[in-house]
């Protein structure tokens, strides 16, 4: 038989199964990797999911007809066998294994393989064909250890927190402000969550998920926030709600930070190399681990990884599709958004002392 999954205008499709694999346009049945936008889309007859993510898709898509499996559990779908196994990326993250015929195909969505304590570790899925992510597909990208990346948040926050300034951390909403927060040493001074990351900590608590005790900023006296930590969505960088903070000092926490030139465009003091996605080396951990012969490469950077993993022995094209990086989606904030900060550099919220540029 030819490819088991396919591109279409809609979005990737398994042509026996007859079903589409995170569609960017409306279909009957689609099967969700995980609640990201670029992923996880409004509109399709009926979802597939795996049990932990269920209910971040309907705080984020409202009522749909979502039905959730857990990991490992099988269904079968004119006559293909779906099953969903752990993708280590954000909660309720999977891999769609496809079995037909005897072969066996594997969708990643996205994913990362370091330990993350608010979702399920990556699971490597041995099979035929693979298709893998490339976000951060080329050898530059290379991540320090998590514990690294918190301890030195950890210190900024406290050295913040001892001079009066408020500490503020830009992140993605979902995923990773819970990842954030849930190594953050409450010790230190208060929590305070943006509206838009609020509600996902719900979720991720009641999925069983461990998190310190957050407080939205109506809530807290202006005397505390001097000392607290702030976790907020990219887009509210030059936003009317930052005036509350006064002297604060931002960063942002992103894989993107690796780069000198992308932390000048956030224009934030810091920047956390923190990323929910697999570096160069993971990927190509992950990719040896599935055993596949052949590799498909979707969203990133897809012409560098093809080349290399064919000139490693392996069987590897690209598919061209419409996913992006919701890092990269909530990363710019508005124009002038750096200008309006109230110039809290001069007074005396700059660049931290001894940190270093890629």
């Given amino acids: 038989m030819g490819d088991m999954v396919v591109v279409r205008r ?91 015929g005897g072969e066996v195909w594997v969708a990643s969505g996205d994913y990362k393989v370091e330990p993350d304590k608010t979702c399920a570790p990556f699971e490597p899925v041995r099979c035929d064909t693979f298709i893998t992510e490339s976000t951060f597909g080329l050898p530059i990208y290379r991540w320090d250890p998590e514990q690294q990346v918190i301890d030195e948040m950890n210190a900024w926050w406290r050295r913040n927190a001892e001079e009066g300034r408020c500490s503020v951390v830009f992140a993605y909403a979902f995923g990773k402000a819970q990842r954030i927060l849930s190594r953050l040493d409450p010790t230190i001074a208060p929590i305070v969550c943006h509206g838009a990351v609020e509600p996902l900590n719900r979720v991720y608590r009641a999925g069983g998920v461990e998190l310190p005790d957050t407080v939205m900023v109506s809530e807290i006296e202006k005397a505390a926030l001097r ?37 000048r465009r956030r224009g934030v003091d810091r920047g956390f190399v923190l990323s929910d996605h697999a570096d160069w080396p993971g990927l190509m951990s992950a990719i040896k681990a599935t055993e596949a012969q052949k590799i498909i490469v979707t969203h990133g950077s897809i012409p560098t990884m093809v080349r290399w993993l064919c000139q490693n022995g392996l069987d590897a094209k690209g598919f061209d599709t419409e996913y992006g990086d919701e890092e990269e989606d909530e990363a710019l904030p508005p124009a002038g958004a750096a200008a309006s900060k109230e110039t809290h550099q001069e007074k005396g919220g700059g660049t931290a002392a001894g940190e270093s540029d890629a």
């Fill in 227 to 263: 000392r607290a930590i702030v976790i907020a969505p990219p887009s509210a960088s030059g936003s009317p709600w930052m005036k509350r903070f006064g002297d604060y000092s931002d960063s942002f926490a992103s894989g993107w930070m690796l780069l000198r030139g992308a932390r």
């Fill in 10 to 100: 809609e979005g990737l499709y398994c042509v026996p199964g007859g079903f589409y694999i995170d569609p960017w346009r409306p279909v009957d049945r689609a099967v969700i990797t995980h609640a990201h936008g670029d992923h996880a889309r409004y509109g399709h007859g009926h979802y597939l999911s795996a049990a932990p993510g269920v209910n971040v898709l309907k705080s984020r898509l409202g009522e749909i007809n979502v039905q959730g499996v857990e990991y490992g559990e099988t269904v079968v779908h004119n006559g293909v066998t779906i099953s969903l196994h752990p993708a280590g990326h954000v909660l309720g993250s999977a891999q769609v294994r496809m079995e037909c």
